[in-house]
């Protein structure tokens, strides 16, 4: 995914639209640690890190994928 789309995905998850988020899901999960790296340095220069982290945690637990809903615990903890 490139920058664009993963700022759009920001948009929609601090927007409170998450279940229109579903495809970042499974790139996160699929693409390891370098896309997240890149997606949470994306949430990080547009000050959404808590807007965008906690709704995509909700989408992750309720889709029972713990390996973002984890990244997602130990990012919002830094």
Same mark, same amino acid.
């Given at each position: 995914?490139?920058? %664009?789309? *993963?700022?759009?995905?920001?948009?929609?998850?601090?927007?409170?639209?998450?279940? +229109?988020?579903?495809? $970042? =899901?499974?790139? =996160?999960?699929?693409?390891? !640690? +370098?896309? @997240?790296?890149?997606? $949470?340095?994306? /949430?990080?220069?547009?000050?959404?890190?808590? @807007?965008? *982290? %906690?709704? $995509?945690? !909700? *989408?992750?637990? /309720?889709?029972?994928?713990?390996?973002?809903?984890?990244?997602? !615990? +130990?990012?919002?903890?830094?």
């Amino acid at each position: 995914m490139n920058n %664009e789309i *993963l700022i759009n995905h920001l948009l929609t998850l601090s927007l409170n639209s998450p279940i +229109e988020s579903e495809g $970042l =899901l499974s790139y =996160l999960t699929d693409s390891g !640690d +370098e896309a @997240r790296s890149t997606f $949470l340095s994306l /949430a990080n220069s547009h000050h959404v890190v808590l @807007r965008a *982290l %906690e709704p $995509l945690r !909700d *989408l992750a637990c /309720a889709s029972r994928n713990p390996v973002v809903e984890l990244w997602c !615990d +130990e990012a919002l903890k830094q």
